[in-house]
């Protein structure tokens, strides 16, 4: 199994940028493919980003140049660099991992997943 703890969440003016970081644990075998998800309050857990073993990444159309996912596996680590942020940006982020694919892009299919970190834009 693997653990994961995100950080870097805050508020922050509209305009403003944010690194989301997620931290891993356990066995790394597990962290193969990972993402971020968010999901503001009344809404359903939308995927923004996610990457693959090969590097490759995905992003939604709503965070596309703005948001970009990178990761470091010497530390085990996802994370998401969040410029130019918008008060439609406000929720609470999570990350998620899985040592294979399960569905389809930017879906909910990880198994895996930390407990949030909350991103609130002010206008």
């Known amino acids: 199994q693997v653990q994961l703890v995100e950080s870097g969440g805050g508020s922050v003016e509209a305009g403003g940028s944010l690194r989301l970081s997620c931290a891993a644990s356990?066995?790394?075998?597990?962290?193969?493919?990972m993402g971020w998800f968010r999901q503001a309050p009344g809404k359903e857990r939308e995927g923004i980003a996610d990457?693959?073993?090969?590097?490759?990444?995905n992003y939604a159309q709503s965070v596309k140049g703005r948001f970009t996912i990178s990761k470091d596996n010497a530390k085990n680590t996802l994370y998401l660099q969040m410029n130019s942020l918008k008060p439609e940006d406000t929720a609470m982020y999570y990350c998620?991992?899985?040592?294979?694919?399960?569905?389809?892009?930017?879906?909910?299919?990880?198994?895996?997943w930390g407990r949030g970190t909350q991103v609130t834009v002010s206008s």
């Open positions: 998620a991992a899985d040592w294979t694919v399960r569905g389809a892009t930017l879906d909910n299919w990880y198994k895996y």
């Open positions: 990457i693959g073993t090969n590097g490759r990444t």
């Open positions: 356990g066995d790394t075998f597990y962290t193969n493919y």
